[in-house]
């Protein structure tokens, strides 16, 4: 089966602008989360899908962040305006329903100058 | 609340030796599930090993096992006959049932030829 896929890898943009990531799951995954690590620390949870649905987004820094999953399948996470904070590697990972191991795919590394 | 805690920044293995990596965890839910990742240089996060709460076995998979102490609240991770190619971050990780995954800070770990 396919692995999580992130698109972008890579994303360099300036403060100010908006960029916008992309996570397709696992087929048939209905959860989704999306992580962030944040130069060498933590892995912070930002938010939860499931099915189309956010279970928790209390991890979601503020309102220039933006998650969807329509239709249950892909997502996306949109930054805007991007600050020099918001640097750091975005993980989006999927899994099965219960006590499940998450599927990460490779990450997002973005860089806001 | 839930809480992970990894308290190894750093540690050193020879080659072929076996070396243990600690958590420790903190939940009140009864049902629980704990899990080891790997994220090599390359950056991608490797699921490695999962155990439940109500597991009465240690859980292993190939050279590692997991140190179960569920009074103690401890998984430690142990990887025996180290390889050079095991050299990476490591985070333990924890889910409760209805609830996000929550992660530790990692311990990087070095095998010396």
């Known amino acids: 089966e396919a692995g999580v896929t992130q698109f972008p890898s890579h994303s360099v943009i300036e403060k100010g602008q908006t960029v916008t990531l992309r996570c397709d799951p696992i087929s048939g995954h209905d959860n989704l989360y999306w992580y962030r690590r944040v130069m060498g620390k933590e892995i912070k949870f930002l938010l939860h899908f499931v099915k189309e649905s956010k279970q928790d987004e209390s991890g979601m820094p503020n309102n220039r962040f933006l998650a969807e999953r329509t239709g249950g399948t892909y997502s996306t996470l949109k930054v805007q305006p991007a600050e020099l904070e918001d640097s750091g590697v975005y993980f989006c990972?999927?899994?099965?329903?219960?006590?499940?191991?998450?599927?990460f795919g490779n990450g997002t590394r973005l860089t806001v100058t | 609340a839930q809480k992970i805690t990894q308290t190894q920044p750093g540690m050193f293995v020879q080659e072929k030796e076996a070396v243990t990596l600690d958590c420790t965890y903190d939940t009140s839910d009864p049902s629980y599930g704990l899990f080891w990742y790997k994220q090599p240089s390359s950056g991608e996060m490797i699921f490695l090993i999962y155990q439940g709460s109500y597991d009465q076995q240690n859980a292993t998979e190939g050279r590692y096992s997991l140190n179960f102490q569920k009074a103690r609240k401890s998984a430690n991770l142990v990887i025996s006959a180290s390889q050079l190619g095991d050299s990476a971050m490591y985070f333990c990780a924890m889910r409760a049932l209805l609830r996000k995954y929550i992660f530790g800070t990692g311990t990087r770990l070095k095998v010396l030829a």
């Open positions: 990972a999927s899994s099965q329903e219960g006590l499940q191991p998450l599927h």
